[in-house]
């Protein structure tokens, strides 16, 4: 077995200027780290336990198929602010089947983005 010490998913943007202010001013995520210089710099932001690096960049968007699930603690008020910030959402917030609540964004080169929020009483958060 592997042993993992760390991980993040790493995506190469189209246009990484546009992709840095999404993730870190839109959504407003933290910054881990920052390496290289000029526009095509690479910028690692936190995602809870784990990280998002964004380098490089690409000459179209990625094949669908990647998605980020992120974790908040209230949906409803993510979906507020996102929407104040411009960002509409692909499916507003909504309980799932599955008992989670979700909504879905994309982020500039279309990835999607669902942002979850489990309520106290669903089985990720305790079990009978």
């Known amino acids: 077995m592997v ?3 760390s ?3 790493l995506l190469r943007p189209v246009d990484p200027e546009r992709s840095r202010t999404f993730y870190g001013e839109t959504l407003g995520l933290d910054i881990y780290r920052e390496f290289g210089t000029g526009p095509d710099r690479g910028t690692v932001y936190f995602l809870g336990g784990g990280f998002l690096e964004l380098s490089g960049r ?3 968007p990625p094949s669908p ?4 699930w992120l974790q908040v603690a209230d949906v409803a008020a993510a ?3 996102l929407q104040a910030k411009g960002v509409d959402a692909v499916r507003e917030p909504v309980r799932e089947p599955w ?3 979700e909504m879905w964004i994309t982020d ?3 990835n999607d983005i669902v ?3 489990v309520p106290a009483d669903h089985p990720l958060r305790h079990r009978p």
């Open 108 to 110: 500039p080169d279309g």
């Open 7 to 9: 991980s993040r998913t």
């Open 58 to 60: 690409a000459e179209h």
């Open 115 to 117: 942002l979850v929020e």
């Open 65 to 68: 198929g990647i998605r980020l």
């Open 3 to 5: 042993h993992v010490l």
């Open 99 to 101: 008992g989670l609540i």
């Open 79 to 81: 979906y507020d602010e």
